[in-house]
């Protein structure tokens, strides 16, 4: 069952409410809603965590944090699903985006080469920028969406496979 599988694999709620970044919320963390599985409350968490996986830029997690608690999501699910892009996997992710970014806008591809320097960012948010961002906010909406119903029917597929079994077994 998809609940137990996330439990397994969530943070304890008690070091996350800890967590001296998140403290800016206050007492808005003592919501129980925020740390409760349920079907409503995990799709939620993926809708806003994929969402800002997608989008590049600083403090995911806190940007994360801040959607899910008025929208009375699972906390730690939204948070943690944000790390889909790491270190590892944010170089073709973004790249990814980039390339949904011109087709989307129509444009030339543009060859360019990373360089870990302010002025290659600075040059490059003008040449391979809006592709960049438009492609960031395409791929953001898409896996928001997919995430969001792709766990409610993996939800209620197990619920059924479970009422199955139970009526089988009477």
Do not use: E
């Not at 069952?1 to 403290?23: E, G, V, Y």
């Amino acid at each position: 069952m998809p609940k137990k599988t996330i439990q397994k694999l969530l943070p304890d709620h008690n070091k996350i409410k800890q967590n001296k970044t998140l403290s800016i919320f206050g007492d808005m963390l003592h919501d129980a809603n925020l740390w409760h599985l349920n079907r409503r409350s995990a799709r939620g968490a993926f809708a806003v965590g994929l969402f800002w996986a997608f989008i590049p830029v600083p403090f995911q997690m806190l940007l994360s944090a801040a959607i899910a608690i008025p929208f009375r999501v699972n906390l730690p699910l939204s948070v943690a699903l944000v790390w889909i892009t790491n270190p590892l996997t944010m170089a073709p992710i973004f790249y990814f985006n980039y390339l949904v970014g011109y087709l989307v806008l129509g444009q030339q591809k543009q060859d360019f080469t990373f360089q870990a320097s302010w002025q290659w960012f600075v040059d490059s948010l003008s040449s391979i920028g809006p592709a960049f961002m438009v492609g960031s906010l395409v791929c953001a909406a898409a896996a928001s969406a997919i995430g969001y119903f792709g766990i409610d029917y993996l939800w209620r597929y197990s619920v059924l496979k479970q009422w199955k079994a139970r009526k089988n077994r009477s």
